[in-house]
């Protein structure tokens, strides 16, 4: 829908344009009209890491950083996260609409059933380094699928592309809790289709030498609640990557592949693994002044703090914090909540703090959470991966089915050298390093 416009005159010539505004933006090609002479190529905008760059239309998930509001297709998050559980929000995020029981029944039945790795890829996922990082293992044995499924190239195919998704929802946790069980030298748990989709992961994840694992329902429900708030999240850095890669056709698992690798990273997904390394380093209550001086003198960053998009309190650490006092009963409270909690009350009334709008994140609490529920740090990106697969799916197939789209390839400004003269390698003398 057309809003406004707005007109445009350049100083080079007096020469003046009007372009349409539509949803608050212009259309970056508008610009490519506005040219000093024939041979000039067109104005373009230069947006280093896309800070004010919208490169889709979406109608997945909102976000309002100013307000500190999240919904997905409309509904907020903290609604969510209260009624629904983690599947029939990931089916929310994939067809638009909340299921109805037979839908949801039909849903769950599928992505039980797609739960099982091929025993080649348990094969594969054995040759790793006995230390391996579980996120290393996680990127390439979902990349190692996309060879045991080459249909999944056929991406224009609807149903095809549901196949894929099954498979994908159902094997994460498998893969993760592989990945877990490996470092730890222990046996691989097949899944158990009589369980839920937490509770089955958590019998991969922990279960010993009992015939049938009994799932907590306390802890079931919390992960079920910490899937739901890591399910998607618009634009970030590995959703980005994920439409950037599947734009080339890519096959769903290559993509999420790659997709993975972005999250892995400290100032992504990462980030919930370096907040435990972060309050380790604290550690007691009484070192979070010391702490919280040296940042703000330019040594480092609070790590779970600060957003791209939230410049309030992100309404996922809200709801993590409750979650946390609930696993807190059954655990027994981990000492790391109380640095966390004297880190953000400093924080928050620090005008460096104040001023740049930097409030805790989802990784804050999060990492806490798994802590107490018995996992390394290593595994915690794991856990949020699980869960944003399903985001990322959903992105990816509003990408493939948008006529809008095309192969990702942003523009460059060159400011390196032009039309050098060559001097063949015998009179080139002595090279000066730079
Ligand atoms: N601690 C201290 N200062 C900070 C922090 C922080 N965590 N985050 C931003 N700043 C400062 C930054 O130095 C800059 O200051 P100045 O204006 O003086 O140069 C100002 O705040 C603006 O920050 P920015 O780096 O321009 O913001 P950005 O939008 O590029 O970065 C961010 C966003 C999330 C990468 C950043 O806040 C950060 O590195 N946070 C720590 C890592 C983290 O918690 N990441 C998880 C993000 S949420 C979940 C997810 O995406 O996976």
């Known amino acids: 829908m057309k809003e406004r416009t ?17 949803n608050g933006t212009i259309r970056a090609m508008d610009l490519r009209q506005i040219k000093t002479g024939p041979d000039d190529f067109g ?24 307000r500190g509001i999240l919904q997905y297709r409309g509904y907020p998050i903290e609604t969510l996260a209260e ?72 991406i224009f195919d609807a149903a095809t592309r549901k196949h894929q998704l099954l498979r994908l929802i159902g094997k994460m946790p498998t893969i993760a809790a592989y990945t877990y069980r490996h470092q730890l030298g222990l046996p691989y748990v097949y899944p158990d289709n009589d369980l839920s989709y937490t509770e089955n992961f958590m019998n991969m994840l922990w279960k010993m030498v009992e015939p049938k694992y009994q799932a907590n329902s306390v802890m079931a429900r919390a992960l079920d609640i910490l899937f739901i708030l890591h399910a998607d ?52 209550k009484d070192k ?58 400093i924080a928050l009334q620090d005008e460096y703090f104040i001023q740049r709008k930097l409030y805790p994140n989802v990784d804050f609490y999060s990492g806490i959470i798994y802590q107490a529920m018995g996992f390394k740090p290593e595994m915690f990106t794991v856990l ?29 400004v060159y400011v390196g050298e032009n039309m050098r003269q060559f001097v063949p390698l015998a009179e080139r003398g002595t090279a000066v390093r730079r």
Not at 9 to 18: E, F, I, Q
Not at 235 to 264: K, W
Not at 302 to 328: C, S
């Open 6 to 22: 707005i007109k445009i005159v350049d100083d080079a010539n007096g020469l003046s344009y009007t372009l349409p505004v539509e």
């Open 43 to 66: 104005l373009m905008t230069y947006d280093p890491a896309f800070t004010n760059t919208a490169s889709c239309r979406s109608a997945i998930t909102y976000i309002d950083g100013e």
């Open 83 to 154: 009624h629904c559980t983690f599947l029939e929000v990931a089916y929310l995020l994939i067809f638009g609409e909340l299921p109805t029981q037979s839908e949801l029944n039909t849903w769950v039945f599928d992505i039980t059933h797609h739960t099982m790795l091929h025993e080649t890829v348990k094969k594969f996922m054995e040759g790793f380094r006995y230390n391996a990082h579980p996120m290393g293992m996680l990127v390439s044995t979902i990349a190692a699928l996309s060879t045991i499924y080459p249909e999944s190239k056929n």
């Open 233 to 284: 999240h618009e634009q970030n850095c590995s959703t980005n990557t994920m439409r950037c890669v599947g734009s080339a056709q890519t096959d769903p698992f290559l993509s999420t592949a790659a997709a993975a690798a972005a999250l892995a990273g400290p100032l992504h997904g990462g980030a919930n693994e370096a907040v435990l390394t972060m309050l380790d380093e604290i550690g007691s």
């Open 288 to 345: 979070v002044p010391a702490y919280v001086k040296k940042i703000k003198e330019g040594h480092g960053k609070l790590m779970g703090f600060g957003h791209r998009v939230y410049k309030n309190y992100d309404p996922r650490a809200k709801i993590i914090k409750w979650t946390a006092e609930q696993v807190f009963e059954i655990t027994g409270r981990n000492a790391k909540l109380d640095i966390a909690l004297e880190l953000e009350r």
């Open 384 to 412: 949020f991966a699980i869960p944003r697969t399903a985001g990322w799916l959903a992105q990816w197939q509003e990408m493939i089915t948008d006529p809008e789209q095309k192969i990702s390839r942003p523009r460059q």
